[in-house]
């Protein structure tokens, strides 16, 4: 693919580089699109295991690719549940149901909380992890944008014009319900679409999101890991 990966736009620092947040938004629901289509558009469900910015591939237009299938595996489409020897995929982007066996079973909602890992750093152009941050609550950026929003702050990304803060917000609201820690309470990715291509004024704010079962907070876990 002639424009490389993703992670190469998102991730930059060159000022040079034309990568405005109508195209990261169009990007994102190509890729939300893409997963979709793996999930419930084939005979078989096929469930990705390792969405992640170096995965999605643009083309000379940025149209995106779900790309590196190396850890896929196929389903039958009625399958809810899939059994696995081992968990699989990046740190970063793997569900907490790969880890944890309390929280719910293993199915097509991992690729949902990748898909909501990879749209957090998409919509804030960094990595959702900061071991170098000021302060503990900055090391987990969706907890710290959650606060942002739930007390209806600005999103603080410098020489954004309105319209910009808004197609933000909204991917910062979807990727909060897919990162949810409970496959259940985790929209399907043919819902996620949906939820991308509507009014932010139709969405809910998600509850606060967690990284682990028990009650220890994310921030604490964290930093007690570094």
Known sequence: MSNGSLDKFIFSRNENIDFSYEKVYKISIGVARGIAYLHHGCEMQILHFDIKPHNILLDENFIPKVSDFGLAKLYPIDNSIVTMTAARGTIGYMAPELFYNNVGGISHKADVYSFGMLLMEMA?????????????????????????????????????????????????????????????????????????????????????PTLFPDEMSVGDQIASSI
Do not use: G, T
């Open 124 to 208: 804030s152009k960094r990595k959702n992890l900061n071991p170098h941050a000021e302060h503990s609550s900055q090391l987990y950026f969706p907890l710290w944008i959650y606060n942002h929003i739930r007390e209806k702050e600005d999103i603080d990304i410098k020489d954004l014009s309105e319209e910009e803060k808004l197609i933000v917000k909204k991917m910062i609201i979807v990727a909060l319900w897919c990162i949810q820690l409970k496959p259940k309470d985790r929209p399907s990715m043919n819902r996620v679409v949906e939820m991308l291509e509507r009014n932010i004024k139709d969405l809910e704010i998600p509850p606060k």
